[in-house]
């Protein structure tokens, strides 16, 4: 690590926000995607990369990705529940990489949720 | 941008690492690695946890799920279950002693909630070993702050204010400390860290150098600047290497960055830190004889005045603090000392660690406001005695301690309440001992040790802690004498009185406190040869209550030296001659019918005091 200026400080704190977002706690959008074994069979892991790849790009560190076991939905999975912050959760569902990146954008970017996904809307929150 | 939806923070604290977290480690990364999870899921090493004993450890965030016990075979079933399909791992999580119910999250469990983290900040939130991790938890803010927006008295100022007082032992205002330090007029001063930690049993200072280096390092860099010292080391005891490899690597990335050296920051202060490791004597924790040793001379406290602020290393100016101090030093300085204050009492503000261990549920390391009840540490925290037995004493403080009994748990800790109980806070030790406990033999454990670790050099020290343990050990082996524990007593003051250093000054403290408190104890084993505990082997005799034995063969089969007979279903009897009162019957037997009797005790059992037989039991009583 080259010499440090005081500037420099909150430089690195920013550099590594994502991470310690995770750890502190302190984010704005969480995203559930249900992984139980029908949900993997049905393509959640693809859903799972495609979020991960978007939230990558557009460098953002207060959105994180859990995953949970299976929602008792088998027939529509890949599921994935989306809460935003003092907002109801929504559940999505039949999702694809190409459905997930469109909610990335217009929900969790840009917080209007995309209701011909959604299954339903301020249903239970995941905790 | 790298981003990662969880990470797994596994301790590699030397407790953790001793229980097998660099196994765990390999195998939790190949079976991400399997699963192609590699690119999602962070993997990172932190330091000690304070829950050693359920080690390896591991918390996984953003859930917050916490798992202990940690073992190679469940790996895979662990990263399929929680980290692919999202269901956490219930067999390797935390469950309340009595009941079996799991607690997934580290927050709910009863050890960690109540704990108030300012010490212990980063503990397992950040890895010990990678500067960046430091100064993404505000660190190294401080430093900056203080080098560049405060003068020395404004410094000075915010400790003083805060109420700050040393947490190596006496409790000495730090303000204070730096106060004096800094109005002595000298080009070389020396800015000093005690990371000796020689209290048997504690380890809050040797985790708090593994998880967080840099929180020393920075307290000591805002310290130096205080007083004006461009020099300082940082005494480290050789056992602890793990500490002592942490301490180094931090020091070199700080030097690196710029954070220590010539120019600090570009603020034109120059701060040079050195490690120097100590050789592992007791007393060598002791201010003077630290410095002694730093020298190069053999270890050996002298009198004061003079004092370090006047004369400490090579005579020089000098502070010593000790590293939970100095570990408390940049959030105040960020924060405030109202911030600081808001957590404790008037005279003890903020928080404390401390070493929770002995005959309870949970142990390892807590931090907890000051003032807070005895009560509340052991109970709550602690989950009380373990298998439900009852509680007898705390031990706080180690050797120069004292036995604190249940009459007094409702006091708050602080330094003032717990030096009228007659031990001290010290470092923060504290042993929790239940009724199986021997307190005379307790008192003699802790002599042992000061009268081995006394350095010599004054004579009340080196000759009267050997007379206070030759007497206790008289007494447990059957030769005390009426006046003995008067003598104990005198004997006891007398050292405290003329001693040279905390050592002998605090000595005899834990045979004063336990004379005090258990004064019955001592009369019996004096009196009546009588060790109700059973642990004395010369003052018990083990008997089998024939009324109440049920004949199940418990104590039968765990006899090491086949000193019980009797037939199944019927009442077993011990064989005086061949018992070697080792009391793993007295252990054994469910339905208590094995009772602990004076030595050589010949007559009617149920005439004696304390000794509950069948006749005297009330129905239904276990
Ligand atoms: C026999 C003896 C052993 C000591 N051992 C330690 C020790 O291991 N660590 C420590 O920090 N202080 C120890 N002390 C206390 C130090 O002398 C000193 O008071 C302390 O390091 C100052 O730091 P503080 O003001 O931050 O507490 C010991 C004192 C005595 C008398
Ligand atoms: S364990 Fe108790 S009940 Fe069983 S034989 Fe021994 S004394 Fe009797
Ligand atoms: S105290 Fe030990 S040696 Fe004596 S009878 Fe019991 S088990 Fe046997
Ligand atoms: S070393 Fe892991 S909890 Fe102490
Ligand atoms: S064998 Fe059943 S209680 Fe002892």
């Given at each position: 690590?080259?010499?440090?200026?005081?500037?420099?400080?909150?430089?690195?704190?920013?550099?590594?926000?994502?991470?310690?977002?995770?750890?502190?706690?302190?984010?704005?959008?969480?995203?559930?995607?249900?992984?139980?074994?029908?949900?993997?069979?049905a393509?959640?892991?693809n859903?799972?990369?495609?979020?991960?790849?978007?939230?990558?790009?557009?460098?953002?560190?207060?959105?994180?990705?859990?995953?949970?076991?299976?929602?008792?939905?088998?027939?529509?999975?890949?599921?994935?529940?989306?809460?935003?912050m003092?907002?109801?959760?929504?559940?999505?569902?039949?999702?694809?990489?190409?459905?997930?990146?469109?909610?990335?954008?217009?929900?969790?970017?840009?917080?209007?949720?995309?209701?011909?996904?959604?299954?339903?809307?301020?249903?239970?929150?995941?905790? | 941008?790298?981003?990662?939806?969880?990470?797994?923070?596994?301790?590699?604290?030397?407790?953790?690492?001793?229980?097998?977290?660099?196994?765990?480690?390999?195998?939790?990364?190949?079976?991400?690695?399997?699963?192609?999870?590699?690119?999602?899921?962070?993997?990172?090493?932190?330091?000690?946890?304070?829950?050693?004993?359920?080690?390896?450890?591991?918390?996984v965030?953003?859930?917050?799920?916490?798992?202990?016990?940690?073992?190679?075979?469940?790996?895979?079933?662990?990263v399929?279950?929680?980290?692919?399909?999202?269901?956490?791992?219930?067999?390797?999580?935390?469950?309340?002693?009595?009941?079996?119910?799991?607690?997934?999250?580290?927050?709910?469990?009863?050890?960690?909630?109540?704990?108030?983290?300012?010490?212990?900040?980063?503990?397992?939130?950040?890895?010990?070993?990678?500067?960046?991790?430091?100064?993404a938890?505000?660190?190294?803010?401080?430093?900056?702050?203080?080098?560049?927006?405060?003068?020395?008295?404004?410094?000075?100022?915010?400790?003083?204010?805060?109420?700050l007082?040393?947490?190596?032992?006496?409790?000495?205002?730090?303000g204070?400390?730096?106060?004096?330090?800094?109005?002595?007029?000298?080009?070389?001063?020396?800015?000093?860290?005690?990371?000796?930690?020689?209290?048997?049993?504690?380890?809050?200072?040797?985790?708090v150098?593994?998880?967080?280096?840099?929180?020393?390092?920075?307290?000591?860099?805002?310290g130096?600047?205080?007083?004006?010292?461009?020099?300082?080391?940082?005494?480290?005891?050789?056992?602890?290497?793990?500490?002592?490899?942490?301490?180094?690597?931090?020091?070199?990335?700080?030097?690196?960055?710029?954070?220590?050296?010539?120019?600090?920051?570009?603020?034109?202060?120059?701060?040079?830190?050195?490690?120097?490791?100590?050789?592992?004597?007791?007393?060598?924790?002791?201010?003077?004889?630290?410095?002694?040793?730093?020298?190069?001379?053999?270890?050996?406290?002298r009198?004061?005045?003079?004092?370090?602020?006047?004369?400490?290393?090579?005579?020089?100016?000098?502070?010593?603090?000790?590293?939970?101090?100095?570990?408390?030093?940049?959030?105040?300085?960020?924060?405030?000392?109202?911030?600081?204050?808001?957590?404790?009492?008037?005279?003890?503000?903020?928080?404390?660690?401390?070493?929770?261990?002995?005959?309870?549920?949970?142990?390892?390391?807590?931090?907890?406001p000051?003032?807070?009840p005895?009560?509340?540490?052991?109970?709550?925290?602690?989950g009380?005695?373990?298998k439900?037995?009852?509680?007898?004493a705390?031990?706080l403080?180690?050797?120069?301690?004292?036995?604190?009994?249940?009459?007094?748990?409702?006091?708050?800790?602080?330094?003032?309440?717990?030096?009228?109980?007659?031990?001290?806070?010290?470092?923060?030790?504290?042993?929790v001992?239940?009724?199986?406990t021997?307190?005379?033999?307790?008192?003699?454990?802790?002599?042992?040790?000061?009268?081995?670790?006394s350095?010599?050099?004054?004579?009340?020290?080196?000759?009267?802690?050997?007379?206070?343990?030759?007497?206790?050990?008289?007494?447990?082996?059957?030769?005390?004498?009426?006046?003995?524990?008067?003598?104990?007593e005198?004997?006891?003051?007398?050292?405290?009185?003329?001693?040279?250093?905390?050592?002998?000054?605090?000595?005899?403290?834990?045979?004063?406190?336990?004379?005090?408190?258990?004064?019955?104890?001592?009369e019996?084993?004096?009196?009546?040869?009588?060790?109700?505990?059973?642990?004395?082997?010369?003052?018990?005799?083990?008997?089998?209550?024939?009324?109440?034995?049920?004949?199940?063969?418990?104590?039968?089969?765990?006899?090491?030296?086949?000193?019980?007979?009797?037939?199944?279903?019927?009442?077993?009897?011990?064989?005086?001659?061949?018992?070697?009162?080792?009391?793993?019957?007295?252990?054994?037997?469910?339905?208590?019918?094995?009772?602990?009797?004076?030595?050589?005790?010949?007559?009617?059992?149920?005439?004696?005091?304390?000794v509950?037989?069948e006749?005297?039991?009330?129905?239904?009583?276990?």
């Amino acid at each position: 690590m080259p010499r440090l200026k005081i500037e420099d400080l909150q430089k690195i704190k920013e550099k590594h926000k994502a991470d310690f977002a995770l750890r502190e706690g302190g984010y704005r959008a969480k995203v559930t995607v249900h992984m139980g074994t029908c949900g993997i069979a049905a393509g959640a892991r693809n859903v799972m990369t495609a979020l991960m790849d978007e939230i990558a790009k557009a460098n953002r560190s207060d959105v994180i990705v859990t995953t949970s076991g299976c929602a008792g939905l088998c027939a529509r999975e890949p599921l994935a529940t989306v809460e935003i912050m003092n907002q109801s959760p929504v559940k999505y569902c039949d999702l694809s990489d190409e459905k997930i990146r469109e909610i990335f954008k217009e929900h969790i970017l840009g917080g209007n949720p995309v209701e011909k996904y959604a299954l339903v809307m301020g249903s239970e929150t995941t905790y | 941008m790298e981003k990662f939806r969880a990470n797994l923070m596994l301790c590699a604290g030397t407790g953790c690492v001793a229980s097998g977290t660099t196994k765990v480690r390999d195998a939790l990364r190949d079976e991400i690695q399997k699963r192609g999870l590699d690119e999602e899921i962070k993997i990172v090493l932190t330091g000690c946890n304070g829950y050693c004993a359920e080690g390896p450890v591991l918390s996984v965030y953003p859930d917050e799920i916490f798992y202990q016990k940690l073992t190679v075979e469940e790996i895979p079933k662990l990263v399929e279950e929680h980290f692919l399909k999202g269901r956490p791992y219930e067999k390797l999580m935390f469950k309340e002693p009595e009941k079996k119910t799991a607690i997934p999250m580290m927050k709910d469990i009863p050890f960690f909630k109540h704990q108030v983290l300012r010490v212990l900040r980063n503990k397992g939130l950040i890895d010990p070993e990678k500067i960046e991790e430091y100064i993404a938890r505000d660190g190294y803010q401080a430093a900056a702050k203080a080098l560049t927006q405060m003068t020395q008295e404004d410094i000075i100022k915010v400790i003083k204010d805060s109420g700050l007082r040393g947490r190596g032992g006496a409790g000495f205002p730090t303000g204070l400390k730096w106060d004096f330090a800094s109005k002595v007029k000298s080009d070389i001063k020396y800015m000093l860290c005690n990371g000796d930690e020689g209290d048997p049993g504690a380890f809050m200072d040797r985790s708090v150098m593994e998880a967080d280096p840099h929180s020393v390092i920075e307290g000591m860099i805002i310290g130096a600047r205080a007083i004006g010292a461009h020099h300082g080391y940082i005494y480290v005891r050789a056992e602890y290497p793990l500490a002592v490899k942490r301490l180094q690597l931090a020091i070199d990335q700080a030097t690196e960055a710029g954070l220590l050296g010539n120019n600090i920051l570009d603020t034109g202060f120059d701060f040079k830190l050195e490690i120097y490791l100590g050789a592992g004597a007791f007393v060598c924790g002791e201010e003077t004889a630290l410095m002694r040793s730093l020298e190069g001379k053999r270890g050996m406290p002298r009198p004061r005045p003079p004092f370090p602020a006047h004369k400490g290393l090579w005579d020089k100016p000098s502070v010593l603090n000790n590293v939970e101090t100095l570990a408390q030093i940049a959030p105040i300085i960020l924060n405030g000392s109202d911030w600081y204050r808001s957590l404790g009492t008037e005279k003890s503000t903020g928080t404390k660690v401390f070493a929770l261990t002995g005959a309870i549920n949970n142990v390892g390391l807590v931090e907890v406001p000051m003032g807070i009840p005895l009560r509340t540490i052991i109970y709550d925290i602690g989950g009380g005695p373990k298998k439900g037995r009852k509680f007898k004493a705390v031990q706080l403080g180690g050797p120069s301690g004292g036995c604190i009994p249940e009459s007094l748990l409702d006091i708050p800790v602080t330094y003032e309440d717990i030096v009228a109980t007659g031990a001290i806070v010290g470092s923060g030790g504290m042993v929790v001992m239940d009724d199986n406990t021997c307190m005379v033999g307790t008192a003699k454990f802790f002599l042992e040790f000061t009268a081995d670790e006394s350095c010599g050099k004054c004579t009340p020290c080196r000759v009267g802690t050997k007379i206070l343990l030759d007497m206790l050990t008289d007494i447990t082996e059957g030769r005390g004498k009426e006046g003995d524990m008067e003598t104990l007593e005198d004997l006891g003051r007398d050292i405290i009185a003329t001693s040279l250093c905390g050592l002998g000054q605090t000595a005899p403290n834990p045979v004063l406190t336990t004379i005090k408190y258990f004064r019955d104890e001592y009369e019996s084993h004096i009196k009546h040869k009588w060790c109700k505990a059973g642990v004395c082997r010369s003052l018990t005799t083990f008997w089998i209550d024939e009324k109440m034995c049920k004949g199940c063969g418990a104590c039968l089969r765990g006899c090491p030296s086949k000193a019980i007979m009797g037939e199944k279903k019927k009442p077993h009897k011990i064989i005086q001659e061949l018992c070697v009162r080792c009391r793993s019957c007295y252990e054994a037997c469910k339905f208590k019918s094995i009772k602990i009797l004076p030595a050589n005790f010949e007559g009617d059992p149920s005439e004696l005091v304390g000794v509950t037989t069948e006749t005297e039991t009330k129905k239904g009583e276990s």
